[in-house]
């Protein structure tokens, strides 16, 4: 493991369970309706799409004095990380009245009840995927588009990223084929049950957070694949944690409090009842 996890709690599981706050056990999860495709097969890029931008952009200065104050004064190290923080434009990810205060440490509201992590979270949890050249990417809970923006930034990975909210996945496609993220696939459905057809990843990163470690994600990971997910009641601060697949276990790394939105929809809530012990 990484010298940048800084998790000194380690937990192993059994693929066939769930982490529950609580109580553990094994689910018998039905199908989920296949979820439409916003996004056409793209073409991979490597070089910025931001900075290849003539146009002048009026927050750089702001942005790059957020990485150094909040980001890597708060002890992230990854250049690849560091460089996608300073070129993606937070500011045209959030509503326009709220574009000020985009590079505040804070997280910002999207709509439908739905936020955009602080940059300091986003740039900690893709540190942690410890993200090498070919990886696929997948990330749970697209909201405005921004986490998927800084995986597509680094530049030699595959993302595969899916919203719930169909109005949300809408808008994120736009933004992110707008800003050239071409290479981002994006999908609206019930991200719970993750991506099966594009199925395995090497790394999954999920931004909204269940009360439990959903099973059909940990069985779309490759062996030494990596899940950076937080977990915990939904209206409280959560757990961060980060599983690695060995085998037929996944080792935890509890790597401290955190608050996110929930996440929502019909496979988190079935995955509750089936590990949820009769009393």
């Known amino acids: 493991m990484s010298r940048r996890v800084k998790g000194k ?18 689910p018998s999860l039905s199908p989920t309706p296949v979820p439409v495709d916003i996004t056409p097969e793209p073409i ?9 931008s003539p146009t002048p952009d009026p927050y750089l200065t702001q942005r790059l ?22 070129t993606v434009p ?5 509503p326009e009245r709220y574009r000020d205060r985009a590079y505040g440490d804070h997280p910002l509201p999207i709509g439908y009840g739905q936020t955009i ?5 986003v740039a900690w949890m893709t540190e942690l ?4 050249p070919g990886d696929k990417v997948l990330e749970i809970g697209t909201g405005s588009g921004y986490q998927a923006a800084v995986l597509a930034e680094i530049g030699y990975v595959e993302v595969y990223t899916i919203e719930i909210i169909p109005e949300l996945a809408a808008q994120a496609a736009e933004r ?10 994006v999908r609206q459905g019930d991200g719970y049950y993750g991506w099966p057809e594009a199925a395995p990843f090497d790394v999954i990163i999920v931004t909204a957070a269940p009360d439990h470690l959903p099973q059909p994600l940990v069985q779309q990971l490759k062996d030494g694949g990596r899940i950076v997910i937080p977990i915990g009641p939904p209206g409280g601060y959560q757990t961060l944690w980060k599983f690695v697949k060995e085998g037929d276990k996944v080792k935890g790394y509890n790597l401290g409090a955190v608050r996110f939105v929930p996440l ?3 496979g988190v809530e079935r995955g509750r009842a089936v590990s949820t012990p009769e009393r």
């Open 9 to 26: 709690m380690m937990v192993f599981l059994g693929i066939g369970w769930l982490l529950l706050l609580g109580a553990c056990g094994v």
């Open 90 to 94: 937070r500011h045209l990810f959030v």
């Open 176 to 185: 992110l084929r707008r800003l050239g993220y071409t290479q981002v696939r």
């Open 117 to 121: 992590s602080q940059p300091y979270i």
């Open 129 to 132: 995927l410890e993200l090498q």
């Open 65 to 86: 004095a957020m990485v150094e104050k909040t980001i890597v004064a708060r002890g992230v190290t990854d250049p690849d990380v560091l460089r996608a923080m300073r």
């Open 264 to 266: 929502t929809g019909p």
């Open 44 to 52: 991979l890029t490597v070089d910025s799409p931001v900075a290849q």
